[in-house]
């Protein structure tokens, strides 16, 4: 015999599994409990978080202090499709800054 024989003929169960499904199904149990354990630690809070930025990202207008995913504090002037204006630092340099790299909110702007 050669020894992937050897091995499958040491690892096979010596009684054949009863015919139900019962067993079957207990093997699946812990399975079935990992992925929603994982599903309610992992998934559901990174999703609730996607949603509040995106909610975040709509809301924004001209005038709101922002920090960029980069770090940099800016003010945004203008607001368009997929973008805002933003001007950063002291002398008034304008930059265009994709919607999804806004990070924070830092204040609104005044509402008047």
């Keep these: 015999m050669t020894k992937f024989a050897l091995f499958l003929a040491q690892t096979a ?3 054949p599994a009863a015919p139900g ?3 079957a199904l207990m093997q699946l149990a812990p399975l079935v409990l990992m992925f929603a354990a994982m599903y309610f630690l992992l ?3 990174q999703r609730k978080k ?3 930025h995106e909610k ?5 207008q001209s005038g709101d202090e922002v920090v960029t995913a980069g770090g940099i504090y800016g003010t945004i002037t203008s607001v368009k499709d997929d973008r805002f204006i933003i ?3 002291e002398n008034n340099a304008k930059v265009e ?3 999804g790299f806004i990070s924070t909110v830092v ?3 005044d509402a008047a």
């Design 13 to 15: 169960p010596a009684t």
């Design 21 to 23: 499904g019962v067993g």
């Design 43 to 45: 998934i559901a809070p």
């Design 50 to 52: 996607q949603k509040t």
């Design 56 to 60: 975040m990202l709509t809301e924004l």
């Design 87 to 89: 001007r950063i630092g």
């Design 97 to 99: 800054v994709g919607k």
């Design 107 to 109: 204040k609104k702007a």
